[in-house]
C-alpha cells in the first residue's frame, strides 16, 4: 500500500509538532526561530501548508536543533513520553498518566512538564 502525499504531510506536520512540544516551544517561537510566520507553522503541523520548500525544512530542523532527516521520519524520534498542559493549570503524562493540578500560570505548568519529562528520562 503506497503512503499518499497527504499522509506524508501530516506525518510530518506531527513529528514537527512533538518535536517543537519537547522543545517547550509555542508555534510563535519555533516560526521567530525558523524564520516563518507562525500560521506557516500551524498549517505546517496540521498538513495544511501543501508542498514544503527544502529551505522550510532546513529552517524548521536546525531551529528544532535536529536533523531534516528526522523531519522527514528518515531518522527515529526520540523516545519519550509525551506529557501534555491540560488546561492552564493542569498537566498530564500520557505514558505514566500523572496529573499535577492547581497552577498559576501557564508558564508554571510548562516548566513542570518539562521537570516531569526530565524524570522518565533519568
Avoid: W, Y
Amino acid at each position: 500500500m503506497s503512503v499518499t502525499t497527504d499522509q506524508r504531510l501530516l506525518d510530518l506536520g506531527v513529528r514537527i509538532g512533538t518535536l517543537r512540544n519537547l522543545r517547550g516551544m509555542t508555534q510563535a517561537q519555533l516560526g521567530a526561530a525558523a524564520g516563518i510566520s507562525r500560521a506557516s507553522v500551524a498549517n505546517t503541523e496540521t498538513g495544511r501548508q501543501g508542498d514544503i520548500p527544502a529551505t522550510k525544512l532546513v529552517a524548521l530542523a536546525e531551529a528544532l536543533g535536529v536533523q531534516v532527516g528526522m523531519l522527514l521520519g528518515e531518522i527515529p524520534m526520540p523516545e519519550v513520553p509525551i506529557v501534555r498542559v491540560v488546561t492552564r493549570s493542569d498537566v498530564v503524562c500520557d505514558d505514566c498518566g500523572q496529573v499535577r493540578a492547581g497552577f498559576l500560570t501557564q508558564a508554571e505548568a510548562e516548566e513542570a512538564r518539562h521537570k516531569h519529562i526530565q524524570g522518565h528520562t533519568r
